[in-house]
C-alpha cells in the first residue's frame, strides 16, 4: 500500500461515533507502529485533512474536507453523481428507476431513468410530492426519521388514494417496524393502482435519512424472481451511490443489507 493510501486509510477510521481518535488507537485500528502513524498524521495536519486537539492531542478531521466537499458538491451535485447508477438500476431491473430527496417536512422526486425493456412503463414526471404513507419511498424515509417527525406526519391528514391505501397510524407504525427489520420497503397499488414499486433509504454523512431509491413496476410484471433481483439491485445502487455523496450507512442497516445481499447468491 501507498504512502498515499495508508494516510487516507487513517482518515476513513474517523466515524460518527468515534470522531476524535489518540495516536495509540490510530496505529493500533490501521495495523502500523506508531511511528509510520505519526508521519502520516502530521502530513495530513499540515496538509488541513486532520487536526489535533490542544486539550486530548487526540486527533479528528481537519477543515480542509469540507472545502474539498464544497467543491465537490460545486461541480458534482448529488444528482449529478447518483445519475449513472440511476440509469444503470432502470437497466438491470428494466424497470423506472427513481431518486428523492427529503426537503423540510416534504419527500420531493431528485430524478428519474426509465428502462427501454419494455412498451409500458411507469412514468414519473407528474409526480410533486411522495406522500410518505402511500409509497414504498416515503415508507423508507420515514422508518428511519426520529419519532418526533414520524408522529408530525401521523398527525397530517394522509388520503386513501386507492383501495389498498394505508391510512390508519397504528398499522403503519407496525410497517415502518417490520421495514426496519427487513431493510427495505415495498408497496402494492398503495399510490397508482397496479404499481408496484421497492424502496431502500439514503443516508448523509451523519448517517442521516435524507433521501430514498426506487424502483416502480406494472404490478403484473413483478413475481418472485423480479422482486428478488430488484431488491438486491436497489442495495448495491444504493450502497454506490451513499458513497458518492459521502454518506454514512447506519451499522445495523448495513448487516441487513449484506446479509440480503448473501442470501440473493445462494442459488434458488
Not at 477510521?13 to 488507537?25: A, C, E, N, V, Y
Not at 426537503?103 to 411522495?130: C, N, Q, W
Request: hydrophobic content about 45%.
Amino acid at each position: 500500500m501507498s504512502t498515499v493510501l495508508k494516510a487516507l486509510h487513517l482518515l476513513d477510521l474517523f466515524t460518527r461515533s468515534q470522531p476524535q481518535i489518540g495516536l495509540s488507537d490510530l496505529a493500533r485500528l490501521a495495523g502500523v507502529n506508531k511511528a509510520t502513524c505519526f508521519r502520516l498524521m502530521a502530513d495530513l495536519c499540515a496538509a488541513g485533512l486532520a487536526e489535533q486537539v490542544d486539550a486530548s492531542k487526540e486527533y479528528r478531521l481537519g477543515p480542509a474536507l469540507l472545502r474539498l466537499a464544497a467543491l465537490r458538491e460545486a461541480n458534482v451535485p448529488l444528482r449529478d453523481a447518483a445519475l449513472p447508477d440511476l440509469q444503470a438500476l432502470a437497466r438491470q431491473t428494466g424497470e423506472t428507476a427513481h431518486l428523492s430527496l427529503l426537503v423540510g417536512t416534504d419527500l420531493r422526486p431528485l430524478a428519474h431513468a426509465y428502462s427501454s425493456a419494455h412498451a409500458s412503463k411507469i412514468t414519473m414526471e407528474d409526480v410533486r410530492v411522495f406522500p410518505f404513507h402511500a409509497t414504498s419511498s416515503g415508507l423508507a424515509v420515514l422508518t428511519f426519521q426520529p419519532p418526533t417527525f414520524r408522529e408530525a406526519v401521523f398527525a397530517r391528514p394522509m388520503p386513501a388514494l386507492t383501495a389498498q391505501t394505508q391510512t390508519d397510524p397504528a398499522m403503519l407504525r407496525q410497517r415502518l417496524g417490520q421495514i426496519e427489520r427487513q431493510g427495505f420497503a415495498e408497496s402494492h397499488g398503495t399510490f397508482e393502482a397496479d404499481v408496484t414499486s421497492f424502496a431502500v433509504p439514503l443516508f448523509d454523512a451523519l448517517g442521516r435519512c435524507t433521501g430514498a431509491l426506487s424502483t416502480a413496476a406494472v404490478a403484473s410484471r413483478v413475481g418472485p424472481a423480479q422482486s428478488r433481483l430488484i431488491r438486491t439491485a436497489l442495495i448495491t445502487t444504493a450502497r454506490r451511490i451513499i458513497a458518492l455523496w459521502g454518506g454514512c450507512l447506519p451499522p445495523t442497516l448495513d448487516t441487513i443489507w449484506t446479509a440480503s445481499e448473501t442470501l440473493a447468491q445462494e442459488p434458488t
